[in-house]
């Protein structure tokens, strides 16, 4: 006979996907948000659920909680960090690259930029935009009044609007762009590889102080070109790669020598890559082998 599952178990497991996104585009991290999550968990075990009109709510309320605070004590560690800072690539499943409000907001490039806000802009932005989350639900889970999360709101969204970046390729154009950069690289084929890339290309490299990376963006696609081929991957007799959709979009896993050296995911402008983001940091490649359910809903 099968075990029953409570009702406090039913709830979370139900909404478990979109409060672990919710955590996700709050702190960049899996680890992160998997904590968040189990802290989450062992508030709701203890609530009495007569009380509580609408579980959904609720537990988005308390992952923002919780969300805020790991970030609020994240950024100090990330003030540390060796080099700059990416969000950990997670290998996600077709549906996500499908959904393109959910693509967009789990992109690389956009996660950059919600990188750039104060934390409770970052959650009144995330809960607002991406999760259509009301002001004054947001306003209890933050600690503010409904008044001040629509001025914080308007503000982070500005902020958001004069940084984010526009994705205008289709996805027939970006499997034809993703497959000759593969190519470039496979073959260290310095002049295609130039040909794929825009001219003003930014690539980001973190290597967490493990691998190693550039400390600063490289600007430029022939400095991208030169570090691609000298600075990053130039020591190793082989460089062969996987494409794989990070974060709702595609990118390749590069594999130096048969190992799984990093991710590297990429931004597409025009029919050329405008910007790459290159995680070799081995603390960040744990979620490459199963793909991760995120959802909106």
Known sequence: MAEETDPATEAF?????????????????????EDV???????????????????????????????????RSVQRRREAYVGPWLPEPLLTTPD?????????????????????????????FVLREVFDVGYDEIAEAV??????????????????????????????????V????QQALESRDPQRLL?????????????????????RPVVGAAKVSRFAFIGSVGF???????PAVINGAPALLILL?????????????????????YVRNPEKLSRLTSSTPLTLH
């Open 96 to 124: 996500v690259a499908e959904d393109v409000e959910l693509a967009e907001s789990v992109s690389m490039a956009l996660m950059l930029v919600l990188e750039t806000l104060a934390p409770v802009e970052r959650a009144v």
């Open 143 to 176: 600690g503010k009044t409904p008044a001040a999360v629509r001025q914080i709101a308007h503000r982070a969204r500005k902020h958001v609007d004069a940084r984010r970046p526009r994705m205008t390729v289709s996805a027939r154009e970006t499997r034809a």
């Open 13 to 33: 497991v139900a909404h478990r996907n979109l409060l672990f996104t919710v955590a996700y585009e709050m702190l960049g991290s899996a680890a992160d948000a």
């Open 195 to 215: 040909d794929v890339l825009a001219p003003d290309v930014v690539l980001v490299s973190d290597g967490g102080g493990v691998k190693r990376a550039a400390l």
């Open 236 to 242: 190793a007799t082989s460089i062969t790669c996987e």
């Open 37 to 71: 999550l189990q802290e989450t968990w062992l508030r709701w075990a203890d609530v009495d659920l007569a009380h509580v009109e609408e579980p959904r709510a609720y537990l988005v309320r308390v992952t923002t909680r919780q969300a805020l605070n790991r970030l």
């Open 257 to 277: 020598d048969g190992e799984v050296d990093g991710v590297m995911a990429m931004r597409l402008e025009g029919g050329r890559i405008a910007g790459l983001y």
């Open 178 to 181: 993703v497959a000759s950069f």
